[in-house]
Protein backbone atom coordinates (compact mmCIF):
# COMPACT_ATOMS: atom_id res chain seq x y z
CA UNK A 1 0.00 0.00 0.00
CA UNK A 2 1.74 3.30 -1.21
CA UNK A 3 -0.04 6.51 -0.28
CA UNK A 4 0.83 10.29 -2.14
CA UNK A 5 -0.52 13.49 0.35
CA UNK A 6 -0.88 16.53 -1.77
CA UNK A 7 -2.99 19.74 -1.58
CA UNK A 8 -1.11 21.79 1.65
CA UNK A 9 0.14 25.30 1.45
CA UNK A 10 0.12 28.72 3.42
CA UNK A 11 -3.08 29.87 4.12
CA UNK A 12 -4.55 33.13 6.06
CA UNK A 13 -6.55 32.39 9.29
CA UNK A 14 -10.27 32.05 8.09
CA UNK A 15 -8.99 30.66 5.10
CA UNK A 16 -9.67 27.13 3.34
CA UNK A 17 -7.48 24.36 1.99
CA UNK A 18 -8.41 20.97 0.62
CA UNK A 19 -5.89 18.05 1.25
CA UNK A 20 -5.92 14.74 -1.07
CA UNK A 21 -4.24 11.64 -0.99
CA UNK A 22 -4.29 9.32 -3.62
CA UNK A 23 -3.50 5.47 -2.73
CA UNK A 24 -2.52 2.39 -4.23
CA UNK A 25 -2.69 -1.18 -3.47
CA UNK A 26 -5.32 -3.20 -1.75
CA UNK A 27 -6.57 -0.52 0.57
CA UNK A 28 -9.91 0.30 -1.07
CA UNK A 29 -10.92 -1.77 1.50
CA UNK A 30 -8.95 0.23 4.59
CA UNK A 31 -9.90 3.01 6.62
CA UNK A 32 -8.22 5.91 5.80
CA UNK A 33 -8.13 9.64 7.64
CA UNK A 34 -5.49 11.96 8.28
CA UNK A 35 -2.96 12.92 11.25
CA UNK A 36 -1.36 15.95 12.17
CA UNK A 37 1.84 17.05 13.73
CA UNK A 38 2.72 20.47 14.60
CA UNK A 39 6.50 21.68 15.50
CA UNK A 40 7.44 20.22 18.96
CA UNK A 41 4.13 18.19 19.52
CA UNK A 42 2.77 14.55 19.34
CA UNK A 43 1.10 13.87 15.88
CA UNK A 44 -2.44 14.15 16.50
CA UNK A 45 -5.53 12.40 15.19
CA UNK A 46 -8.05 14.84 12.73
CA UNK A 47 -10.09 12.62 11.07
CA UNK A 48 -11.02 9.40 9.92
CA UNK A 49 -13.68 7.10 7.27
CA UNK A 50 -14.98 3.74 7.08
CA UNK A 51 -13.38 2.25 4.18
CA UNK A 52 -17.58 2.18 2.58
CA UNK A 53 -17.31 6.06 3.44
CA UNK A 54 -20.53 5.49 5.65
CA UNK A 55 -18.59 6.48 9.12
CA UNK A 56 -16.67 9.43 9.44
CA UNK A 57 -14.68 10.53 12.89
CA UNK A 58 -13.03 13.95 13.49
CA UNK A 59 -11.09 15.22 16.32
CA UNK A 60 -13.18 17.80 18.40
CA UNK A 61 -11.01 20.62 17.77
CA UNK A 62 -11.84 20.21 13.93
CA UNK A 63 -15.76 19.61 14.16
CA UNK A 64 -17.99 21.71 11.87
CA UNK A 65 -14.92 22.83 10.06
CA UNK A 66 -13.17 20.20 8.51
CA UNK A 67 -14.66 17.73 6.06
CA UNK A 68 -13.34 13.96 5.06
CA UNK A 69 -14.32 11.88 1.79
CA UNK A 70 -13.04 9.11 -0.10
CA UNK A 71 -13.76 8.16 -3.27
CA UNK A 72 -12.78 4.33 -3.88
CA UNK A 73 -12.92 4.64 -7.70
CA UNK A 74 -10.28 7.29 -8.04
CA UNK A 75 -8.48 6.14 -4.94
CA UNK A 76 -8.48 9.18 -3.19
CA UNK A 77 -9.20 9.91 0.42
CA UNK A 78 -9.75 14.24 1.01
CA UNK A 79 -9.54 16.43 3.66
CA UNK A 80 -11.78 19.67 3.10
CA UNK A 81 -10.15 22.14 5.57
CA UNK A 82 -12.16 25.38 6.21
CA UNK A 83 -12.35 28.45 8.85
CA UNK A 84 -8.54 27.49 9.53
CA UNK A 85 -6.88 28.78 12.40
CA UNK A 86 -3.22 29.38 12.99
CA UNK A 87 -3.51 26.34 15.59
CA UNK A 88 -4.24 24.31 12.39
CA UNK A 89 -0.49 24.29 10.95
CA UNK A 90 1.84 21.45 10.90
CA UNK A 91 2.50 18.60 8.93
CA UNK A 92 -0.45 16.34 7.85
CA UNK A 93 -0.20 12.67 7.04
CA UNK A 94 -2.94 10.37 5.61
CA UNK A 95 -2.98 6.83 6.54
CA UNK A 96 -5.12 4.01 5.98
CA UNK A 97 -5.58 1.34 8.07
CA UNK A 98 -6.31 -2.64 7.91
CA UNK A 99 -7.65 -4.47 10.95
CA UNK A 100 -7.39 -8.03 10.67
CA UNK A 101 -10.20 -10.39 11.99
CA UNK A 102 -10.59 -13.83 12.88
CA UNK A 103 -13.91 -14.04 12.98
CA UNK A 104 -15.70 -10.90 14.59
CA UNK A 105 -12.22 -10.37 16.51
CA UNK A 106 -9.85 -8.28 15.64
CA UNK A 107 -6.15 -9.79 16.03
CA UNK A 108 -3.78 -7.11 15.12
CA UNK A 109 -3.54 -4.55 12.23
CA UNK A 110 -1.43 -2.78 9.71
CA UNK A 111 -0.93 1.02 9.12
CA UNK A 112 0.37 2.76 6.40
CA UNK A 113 1.19 6.17 6.11
CA UNK A 114 1.77 8.96 3.50
CA UNK A 115 4.75 11.57 3.25
CA UNK A 116 2.97 14.65 4.64
CA UNK A 117 2.32 17.54 3.51
CA UNK A 118 2.61 21.02 5.18
CA UNK A 119 -0.14 23.38 6.30
CA UNK A 120 0.72 26.80 7.47
CA UNK A 121 -2.13 29.19 8.47
CA UNK A 122 -1.13 32.74 9.14
CA UNK A 123 -2.42 35.43 11.56
Known amino acids: VQLQASGGGLVQAGGSLRLSCRYS???????KGWFRQAPGKEREFVAA????????HYADSVKGRFTISRDNVKNTVSLQMSSLKPDDTGVYYC??????????????????WGQGTQVTVSS
Open 95 to 112: YALHVKYDGHVGVGADNY
Open 25 to 31: GPASKYA
Open 49 to 56: VSWSGQTV
